[in-house]
Each structure stands twice: as structure tokens, then as C-alpha cells.
């Protein structure tokens, strides 16, 4: 039976195609692909079974291991789980580790109850080293970083830009140590995966927020965080009580509701105070202790005037923080960074940056 293949190209990724991904759940939790949904030919303890035979018996006595333990009803089930996903997306594509075996299995199976679907050439890893290239040819194209004190509110001006790439968004994390979201932050390799993803279709210039190189659990890979800091810059100013306003739009309500919709009101409510919490402590060696405790006897000030509805109460705490560390830290580094700094094309107001972002863009 001739299996059919498609090429690992990035048009499978630009084209939002629904992907089955037949590794193991380990495997898959460790990064997949945009758009594949994880229905394994063989959960984590087979395949560790199967690996181990593989190691000590070759291949053949590994593939003879794995036709017994993924048959009968455990192979009907694995089967119905593939027709059902195709039954609501006929035009997905199916891929394992090197588009190999584990795929070609499944096209088998799949082709024997009459559905017939490409794999990836190659798989996964062909189309990861796609991803890849695309984030290091991105570093080639015109960039301009969008700079700019914390809760000036940067990451709302990239993403009114149809070429603005929200690195945040691919990590899914704000990028400070208040920065955690109620979904768990990717993985390294999601990250470069979600990032090739948004610059697919993007061969010209690209708007970016200044980050740090580490955003939550993931790195900018080195050679596109090399273009940023080479970039020329757009800073926002904006005074303290806009940006605390910002801020606790992003920080506080955009949180409370985002752990209230995953866990319920009250279970919601105590994360997030744990959260807000344990990001302060961490602080702690940069704050000093005197200062930790007083921002800390103010937080917990907040979360009860909040649970009383004044969330307002909130900028009690972030005030100091702002004015006492953040501002600060970021001034001592710009002043760093006097004589190699890029340069700055324009420094103005939130609504004078977004102009002039729009105006470098066209």
C-alpha cells in the first residue's frame, strides 16, 4: 500500500491545518505543532516498554512488542479516536516524531477503515526545523522595539499593529515577575513555535515589545534576541497614575477573571492572591526586607479592600513598587546603556508612539 506524504511546509502551519500528533503524551507535553491535537499510538508506559525492547532486542522483537500491546479493543479505541477527530476535521494531517513508523501505522490503520490522510515528511522534526529558520531569518527583516516603562502599556500598541508580534503571547506570560498567567507558561520549544507561527506571512517590518531576553519559561532564541537589542526604538511616557490604572487593569481584574473562568470565584480568588503574593516575595533580595514587609502589609491591605469591591485599593502597593523599583531599574539601565543605545525615533505619549509605529511600519 502506497502511504501518501505531504512536505514539512510551513504553509501546513500558515493554513491553520488541523494536525494529529500520534507521539507519546510525553513527547507531545515537551512541544507540538500549531494546531495538532495529541492522540497517541502509544501512551507513555508502551512506549517505554517499546523502547527499552528496542535496546536490547531491535527493532523487529520492538515493532512485535508493540503490535501486541496496542491491539484488540486497546487498538480499536486508539482507531475510533482518529476517526472521530477526522469525522470534524476530514483535512487533517498526521505526524510522529520523524514522520516514520509510529504515523505509517497509523495510516494503516486509518486506510483499512476506509479514511485515508497524508503524513508529514519527515515530521515533527522536519517542520520544527521550518519553524526554526523562520525565527532566524525574521532576525534579518527591519525591526522597531516599542520601549518604555512598565504600564505604558507597550503590548496593548503592538497588537494595534497588523505586522506587531506579541512575544508575551507567545509565552504566555507578561514578562515580570507579576507576569504568570492562570494557564500553565509554555515550553521552550511551544514558544518558538508559537513565535514562527505569528511571523509566517510577515516578510516585511516587524514591531516588537523590548523584553528581556528570558520571557517566563522561555529564551528568545539568541540570534533574533541579537536583532532586538541592535533595533531602533519608539518610547512611551506616560505618567504614574495612567500606568497604574494599566496596570491593574492587566494585572489585577485581567487576572481575577482569568483564574475565576479555569477555577471557579472562590478558588480563583485565593491563586490569585497566592500568585501576586509569592511574585512580591521573590523580589525580596532586590527590595530589601524593610521595604518587602511594608509593600507586603500594603498588598494584603489591597486584597481585603478588594474582596470588599474596591479594587482601586490595589495601587496602594504598586505605587511604591513602581516609583521605588521598577522606574528606577529601568532609568539606571537606559543610563547603562548611554553611547551604544539604538536609537530612539521618537519619544512621546501612548496615542504619539502608535503614530509613529504606524508611520515607520508604512
Known sequence: MTLPTTPASLEIIAANTPLIDVRAPVEFAQGSLPGAVNLPLMVDEERHQVGIAYKQQGQQAAIALGERLVSGDVKQARVSAWQSYLAQHPNAIIYCFRGGLRSQIAQRWLADAGLHRPRIEGGWKALRQRLCQRIDDAAHQPILVIAGLTGCAKTTLINQLPNGIDLEACANHKGSAFGRQPDEPTTQIDFEHALAQRLIGQPGKLVLEDESRQIGNANLPLDFWHALQRAPRIRIEM???????????????????????????????????????????????????????????????????????????????????????????????????QGSRPAELHVGDWESCLAAAKQWSA
Open 239 to 337: 505618567p504614574l497614575d495612567w500606568r497604574l490604572d494599566q496596570l491593574r487593569r492587566d494585572y489585577i481584574e485581567a487576572l481575577e477573571q482569568g483564574y475565576t473562568a479555569r477555577f471557579g470565584p472562590e478558588e480563583g480568588w485565593q491563586r490569585m492572591q497566592r500568585q501576586l503574593a509569592s511574585a512580591l516575595e521573590r523580589l525580596a533580595k532586590r527590595l530589601g526586607n524593610a521595604r518587602l514587609q511594608r509593600l507586603q502589609r500594603m498588598q494584603a491591605m489591597a486584597f481585603r479592600a478588594h474582596a470588599a469591591g474596591d479594587i482601586q485599593a490595589h495601587e496602594a502597593w504598586l505605587a511604591p513598587l513602581l516609583t521605588e523599583y521598577y522606574d528606577p531599574l529601568y532609568r539606571y539601565h537606559l543610563e547603562k546603556q
